[in-house]
């Protein structure tokens, strides 16, 4: 599976300006769409992975999901992305815990959709926390994002704006 560049996870923000999660941390920088190509807006088309290596993919995504009210499926496959990343084991435990209480637990504040299975699997895997314990879970929100988000958002006019306003600035 593809994941967007280190570099571009402190672009990624949400629409109010302000970072997406007390749990990621990132900053709160501007991407301009100054330098947006319009083959870059047209290899989102490519596959999920693609777009969300695109830090201004990834931002136009979201976007499109705050909208839909329906981006938790991506701020969590994002927080297990930065996750993965801790290298001290005593982070680990509390680390996930906040992501199971925000994303997986059965009400939480911004419950994902996944099967019972897959939430008693990550829950058994917090007795003893590692960078792979929410993999399955992560897997099965990315593959509802792949067949659901994303097509919609090829289809949506945000997109669909994007791409006719780059097309434009090609001819030019």
């Known amino acids: ?17 302000k970072s997406r999660s007390k749990l990621l941390g990132t900053s709160s920088r501007k991407l301009s769409t100054r330098g947006l190509s319009f083959e870059e807006v047209n290899q989102w088309s490519q596959s999920l992975a693609r777009l969300l ?16 009210f329906s981006d938790e499926n991506l701020e969590f496959w994002l927080v297990c992305e930065d996750y993965k990343k801790v290298k001290r084991s005593f982070r680990l435990s509390a680390k996930a815990r906040k992501i199971f209480n925000c994303f997986i637990r059965v009400e939480a504040p911004r419950e994902i959709n996944i099967d019972h299975q897959t939430r008693e699997l990550t829950k058994r895997n917090l007795q003893a926390p590692t960078t792979a314990c929410f993999m399955e879970a992560q897997k099965t929100v990315f593959g509802l994002m792949e067949k659901d988000s994303y097509p919609r958002f090829l289809r949506s006019s945000i997109y669909k704006t994007l791409m006719d306003s780059r097309s434009e600035s090609f001819k030019m």
Do not use: C, H, V, W
């Not at 599976?1 to 990624?12: F, Q, T």
């Not at 830090?55 to 136009?60: H, K, R, V």
């Open 53 to 68: 290596e695109s830090p201004y993919g990834m931002i136009t995504f979201q976007a499109f999901l705050k909208a839909e």
């Open 1 to 17: 599976m593809l994941r967007p560049p280190m570099e571009a996870k402190d672009k990624r923000r949400n629409g109010d300006g």
